[in-house]
């Protein structure tokens, strides 16, 4: 059997889990964006590969001292500068447009993405859960309430909440932070429904989201890994598409549409 032969078998494998489950939900990473010119964390290319983990303390530093993480917020580290780059540059690609087809369809129920892209927005996307947050949005930390950056007129460093007072930041969650309750929630609500999960470019080392698939796995669920390369993930899934993301998700998007004749 070829390498392709072999590709196409799993993506109709792929194609046939969906059509057969009732709540599939896709649990996103970086790797969704690459193709984007957004470039991963972990693994080749990736930011912390570049220049090493960040410091885990950032949330308890802005806590500490929120006007001067305001003050600082424009200039940011190298990989802050270099991602914001790619951040401010980037577009949909296959990859996204192929989940937005599947939500169409009614075969994918929900995203759970860590990107903080808003890619999944501009390609249309409705039903999504920005674990990590979303880099176009401000967010109080203690209401949680929401506002497009160009809505929030920032005219005090740092800003306070017009609902409850209290302190607002971005709404992308740094290293030590929380996740916010009601995205945790979804979340949580988002797993527990599921019987299939698409594991779509995630390394799966970073809690709570690497530990949903283990969830639904211990529910009976079936996981289906969109990855170029091997995660922890690999050996408990049923089907593996070891390509990237632009690739094989329009061609699973393809044969459900075969399976389903839709
Ligand atoms: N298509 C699909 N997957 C890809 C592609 C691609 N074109 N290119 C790379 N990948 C895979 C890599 O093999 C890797 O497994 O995407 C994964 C990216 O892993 P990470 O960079 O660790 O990204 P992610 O899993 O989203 O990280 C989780 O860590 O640093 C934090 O907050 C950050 O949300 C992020 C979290």
Redesign the pocket.
């Known amino acids: 059997m070829t390498a392709e032969d072999a590709l196409a078998e799993a993506v109709e494998e792929a194609a046939r889990l969906v059509v057969a489950s009732s709540h599939v939900v896709a649990l996103?990473?970086?790797?969704?964006s690459?193709?984007s010119g957004i470039?991963?964390?972990?693994?080749?290319?990736?930011?912390?590969t570049k220049y090493g983990?960040?410091d885990m303390r950032g949330y308890e530093r802005f806590v500490s001292d929120p006007k001067q993480w305001w003050e600082e917020r424009i200039s940011g580290s190298a990989a802050y500068r270099e991602l914001v780059e790619s951040l401010s540059q980037a577009q949909p690609n296959p990859?996204h447009h192929a989940l937005k087809e599947l939500e169409d369809l009614g075969y994918l129920k929900h995203i759970i993405t860590?990107?903080?892209d808003n890619l999944h927005q501009v390609a249309g996307s409705h039903n999504i859960t920005e674990?990590?947050g979303n880099r176009t949005k401000l967010r109080c930390i203690t209401c949680n309430s929401r506002w497009p950056l160009d809505e929030f007129p920032i005219d005090e460093l740092p800003p306070h909440c017009p609902d409850c007072g209290g302190v607002v930041k971005s709404d992308t969650?740094m290293?030590g932070e929380p996740i916010p309750r009601d995205a945790l929630e979804e979340c949580i609500q988002q797993t527990a429904a599921c019987d299939c999960m698409l594991l779509?470019?995630?390394?799966?080392?970073?809690y709570p989201?690497?530990s949903f698939p283990a969830d639904v796995k211990m529910q009976g669920g079936k996981l289906i890994e969109?990855?170029?390369?091997?995660?922890p993930l690999t050996e408990t899934s049923d089907v593996v598409l070891r390509?990237?993301?632009?690739?094989s998700l329009p061609r699973v998007v393809q044969k459900v549409r075969e399976l389903a004749n839709v």
Not at 243 to 247: I, L, P, S
């Open positions: 996103v990473g970086a790797g969704l690459v193709e470039p991963p964390f972990r693994g080749p290319g990736g930011l912390w983990e960040p990859g860590q990107n903080i674990i990590h969650v290293f779509v470019g995630t390394s799966a080392v970073v989201a690497a969109v990855n170029p390369n091997e995660t390509t990237a993301a632009g690739e």
